[in-house]
């Protein structure tokens, strides 16, 4: 099929050394009508610096809120292959491994009922289905199902949580972050397609410092993984690193609380009581460090892209949580925190307000005493940084500072 | 719940968005606010209402809609 539309802007975006996502939507237009039509409206929202789709409205699929996400052209006339454009979330599998075969039915169900072109993934984590019309979102629901595959979560919902490959794949995970973000994910089925909260709630899981699924930047609640004791130094591994490039350089002088020293007689010496646990050195020289064995994780609430107010990156609020305990439970006191957390935000919340946003409006010290935790020094907005601790001995009667 | 104050909590929802139909938009944790209080008398939780908007979105009574947040109405 020769292409409809003339598109000179987009197809500057197909120079260059990267794959071109201009290149993909092409070669899907060779089959399908649709997504020349979705070529002709990209490359006029381009000449214009206009959006030119609509979102939201009444599409969905029978019983459930979420999954669906609404897209209608504004410009039906011109582009009738794409007046409904709606995208289909579906819930990807934790730490995103599929087998060849499930790839190719994802992909056989995607080109017979809709455009055929997909992110994989999209920055919540689902696998995406572009392009499907609303009477064919049954069928295309049905079929995933029959596949074993669910929708995920969109609107006022849990969004369908995320984690990273964790122990799988990864010699630095904590815990396993694919066994815990498959449990919750089973666990609040009915808040991730039934949206009854004041507006979107994300779990994100990484299994260590190195935030893969960037949770910190992006989840109202993150699980960053831990570890309690000291990092495991192997000196002679070291000295090796030390004959390839300056250490003090590259290491020592990056960490970030200064708690690591080296010299070529005692080798590496690092203050494990101040370590901030962000990894720069372990990725550095990872043949000679590793994080220590007492696995754990960080759970952190609060962060959000900018909407209702600015960006908002996570604050610390369990230090430490010894999740693979609690794995044994079922993750019990885990869900039990996040009831009470959801309790304290559709009691107080208002439309449209995050959870993070809500603790800045209300103070992090109601929050915490509503939930039931203990303030602790741990919690911090930013390392080095407390917002909400008052020590009282520096507080003179009267309310002057001593 | 008594299945007859189920079946009572369930026509209410479904009026209260029958009676604000293009008006207001409820979202659905309005509507478990409102009928809870409504229905307090009558021992209905939060759970309760829950459970009765999930079965009507179920059979198709309600459907779910999006417009910078989620919210019921009635099927088009």
């Known amino acids: ?402 | 719940m008594t299945d007859e104050t189920k079946v009572k909590l369930e026509e209410a929802i479904v009026n209260l968005i029958k009676e604000y139909a293009n008006k207001k938009r409820f979202k659905p944790g309005d509507v478990v606010k409102e009928m809870e209080s409504k229905f307090s008398a009558s021992g209905v939780t939060k759970d309760d209402v829950k459970t009765a908007i999930r079965d009507l979105t179920d059979s198709g009574r309600l459907i779910y809609g999006y417009a910078g947040g989620s919210f019921l109405a009635l099927p088009e």
Request: hydrophobic share 35%; net charge negative; glycine share 10%.
């Open chain 1, 1 to 402: 099929m020769s292409k409809k539309h003339k598109t000179p802007l987009l197809d500057e975006l197909k120079k260059g050394k990267w794959p071109s996502f201009v290149n993909e939507i092409e070669r899907a237009a060779e089959k399908s009508e649709m997504t020349d039509d979705l070529l002709g409206q990209v490359e006029q929202s381009y000449e214009e610096k206009v959006v030119h789709w609509k979102h939201g409205g009444m599409v969905g699929v029978k019983g459930y809120g979420s999954g669906i996400v609404g897209r209608f052209s504004d410009l039906p006339e011109k582009y009738p292959g794409i007046k409904e454009f709606h995208t289909v979330r579906i819930n990807q599998p934790s730490g995103f491994f599929y087998t060849s075969d499930v790839l190719r039915s994802i992909v056989d169900i995607g080109e017979k009922h809709a455009s055929s072109l997909f992110n994989f993934h999209g920055s919540t984590g689902d696998v995406q289905l572009l392009g499907a019309k609303t009477a064919e979102l049954e069928t295309i629901f049905q079929e995933y199902t029959k596949l074993g595959f669910d929708l995920g979560g969109s609107g006022s919902a849990l969004r369908t949580p995320s984690c990273c490959v964790g122990k799988a794949r990864c010699e630095f995970a904590n815990y396993d972050a694919m066994h815990a973000c498959n449990s919750i994910t089973q666990a609040f089925q009915d808040e991730m397609h039934r949206p009854i909260f004041n507006y979107k709630f994300k779990f994100k899981f990484s299994a260590c410092g190195n935030d893969c699924t960037a949770s910190i930047a992006r989840a109202d609640l993150s699980v960053i993984g831990t570890w309690k004791d000291s990092i495991r130094i192997d000196q002679e591994a070291v000295k090796d690193y030390a004959k390839k490039f300056d250490l003090h350089k590259y290491v020592t002088d990056k960490c970030p609380t200064k708690c690591m020293s080296y010299n070529a007689e005692e080798g590496l010496k690092i203050d494990d009581s101040n370590c901030s646990k962000c990894m720069h050195c372990i990725n550095t020289m990872p043949k000679a460090l590793r994080p220590g064995t007492k696995g754990g994780a960080t759970i952190l609430i609060g962060s959000k892209a900018p909407m209702v107010s600015g960006p908002r990156l996570s604050m610390v609020l369990v230090p430490f949580y010894d999740i693979e305990e609690d794995a044994k439970n079922d993750y019990e006191w885990f869900k039990d925190l996040i009831s009470k957390i959801w309790e304290f935000w559709d009691e107080y919340g208002v439309n449209r307000e995050r959870i993070g946003e809500l603790i800045q409006r209300v103070g992090i010290g109601n929050f915490i005493e509503s939930i039931g935790l203990e303030p602790l020094p741990e919690m911090v907005a930013s390392p080095r940084g407390n917002p909400f601790v008052l020590y009282e001995e520096y507080v003179e009667a009267g309310g002057e500072q001593g």
